[in-house]
């Protein structure tokens, strides 16, 4: 029987964290750990500094395999050099101090985040606004720029949406060769009228695209971007795809064509043709938990002579193993081996699994039994490390095989954390082959997060307590797990080129 198991869900960078048995703690709560010892020290952002290094110091899983002799003399440097900077930081760079300083351990389960991001007030809202250059052009001179050019239009010229939000006016900056200029043609957003410049693309001479995008507050960004579907589409890492409405395309956009080239955000279930089934699972939070049940449950027949099932695990930030728990009855093959972690036993990290356990007693109480047995051997053996469970692996017997999915496919781009963690249990069955254009994202040996408030008040920072037990010999971070079948770069749509794979196999 599968023990449920939770992770830590932390702030925007990523979604959930895991571990062989992983502990969710919510990034909003209050600590209730023991406060640190009163200092003397009464410059607040030294205060804050001293307090991220030492807690680390003394709680992170990470700590000993990172700081070794080698390492130690740069840390040691780095922490000098930053900590007499951060001495008369303003907020934003010191919050940037905060993030240089835990780079060093090259962890994304260690990090340091503000508590509140101070909002401009209408005035600055008012002059950022002002500094955006505007253009004179609407949809009407646009379109007649756009016939004006006929077959000489780029495909970057034409009008563009963006998730419904912005309807963009894209033509050739006067002057400037290879440069684009993108202007707001109607929009919902506050605090952007039409007219002002969303947007400037450079093509370069690899015939990328080099985009300048402003966000909402204004503030530019910088990043490369890429036309798809015959310019019919352009995609961004950061700011997702944009449509062109205008000219139209031969083949519409449609949802579902988004949904394949971009990873989707919401989870859902639906058929690509009559033998195979499209999951698609952006994350583990534990909200999923109930959805993915109802969604199994609605096609339970479907399912159950369904021949092959993709599972779409693109940009999964993890979240908490039991989630993915209902999934594993339809994957199973054969027994499934799992190599446990190792908890750090510190004051700070059983306090915080301590409340964990208690929030978890309605939502998984099997989860907090199993965390309260934990904490009993953490505090009998405070200063040192404890195994997880009972030995150092585990093996899962199920009761049968489910003749259906016959195959499956797991598409594995960015996967991370308990993400990874369900790659490394699904793809030891016979059913399963894992693909992808890119590695998961390599952040799962560090693991079962907790956080913490500053004295201040002003951030939180977050911790990995536990190691797996793999290490040193079979290591996850940094290079993640690679796919069975690398699907070449070139390929527009993943879903379609595994799927195709999927229906070519014969039994």
């Not at 290094?53 to 440097?77: F, Q």
């Amino acid at each position: 029987m599968r023990i449920a198991a939770v992770t830590a869900a932390c702030i925007s960078v990523f979604v959930g964290v895991t571990g062989a048995q992983p502990l969710q703690a919510a990034a909003t709560a209050e600590s209730s750990a023991p406060a640190a010892p009163a200092s003397v020290e009464t410059n607040a952002n030294l205060r804050d500094f001293d307090f991220v290094t030492e807690k680390l110091r003394v709680n992170y899983a990470g700590w000993d395999t990172k700081v070794t002799d080698a390492t130690r003399p740069k840390l040691e440097a780095l922490t000098a050099k930053l900590r007499a900077e951060a001495a008369t930081a303003a907020p934003e760079r010191f919050t940037e101090i905060l993030r240089e300083w835990l780079a060093f351990f090259g962890d994304r389960h260690i990090g340091a985040f503000p508590l509140s991001v101070e909002q401009p007030s209408p005035a600055e809202a008012a002059a950022a606004a002002t500094r955006t250059p505007s253009l004179d052009r609407t949809e009407a001179s646009v379109r007649a720029s756009v016939a004006e050019l006929g077959e000489r239009r780029d495909p970057l010229e034409g009008i563009w949406n963006i998730s419904d939000r912005y309807r963009i006016g894209v033509l050739r900056t006067p002057g400037k060769e290879g440069m684009f200029t993108a202007v707001v043609l109607t929009t919902v957003a506050e605090g952007w009228s039409p007219g002002q410049v969303k947007a400037e693309f450079t093509r370069l001479k690899d015939d990328t695209i080099e985009l300048m995008f402003r966000a909402g507050d204004h503030s530019e960004h910088r990043q490369l971007a890429k036309l798809l579907l015959d310019g019919a589409m352009l995609r961004s890492d950061r700011w997702g795809v944009w449509v062109r409405e205008y000219p139209a395309s031969a083949v519409p956009v449609s949802a579902d064509m988004i949904a394949r080239i971009s990873p989707s955000d919401s989870m859902f279930l639906k058929p690509l043709s009559d033998g195979t089934m499209w999951l698609r699972l952006p994350d583990f939070d534990p909200s999923r938990l109930k959805p993915l049940k109802e969604i199994l449950a609605a096609h339970e027949a479907r399912l159950a002579s369904c021949t092959n099932l993709l599972i779409d695990l693109r940009n999964n930030g993890g979240g908490s193993d039991f989630v993915y728990a209902p999934i594993m009855p339809m994957l199973y093959t054969r027994p499934i081996y799992g190599i446990g972690v190792e908890l750090r036993a510190t004051a700070d990290n059983l306090a915080l699994r301590k409340r964990v356990a208690d929030e978890l007693r309605t939502q998984e109480p099997e989860a907090a039994q199993s965390l309260d047995e934990q904490n009993a051997r953490m505090e009998r053996n405070l200063g040192g490390w404890i195994q997880h469970g009972t030995k150092p692996f585990d093996i899962e017997r199920m009761d049968s095989v489910m003749p259906f999915p016959k195959r499956v496919a797991i598409l594995i781009d960015g996967a991370g954390s308990s993400g990874e963690q369900f790659l490394l249990e699904a793809r030891q069955s016979r059913k399963v082959t894992l693909f992808g254009q890119r590695n998961s994202l390599g952040v799962l040996d560090f693991a079962n997060v907790v956080r913490m408030d500053t004295p201040s008040g002003r951030h939180g920072m977050y911790w990995a307590t536990s190691r797996s037990l793999r290490l040193p010999d079979e290591p996850v971070d940094p290079d993640g797990i690679p796919p069975d079948i690398r699907i070449p770069m070139e390929v527009v749509d993943p879903v379609g080129f595994a799927q195709a794979w999927l229906e070519r196999q014969v039994d």
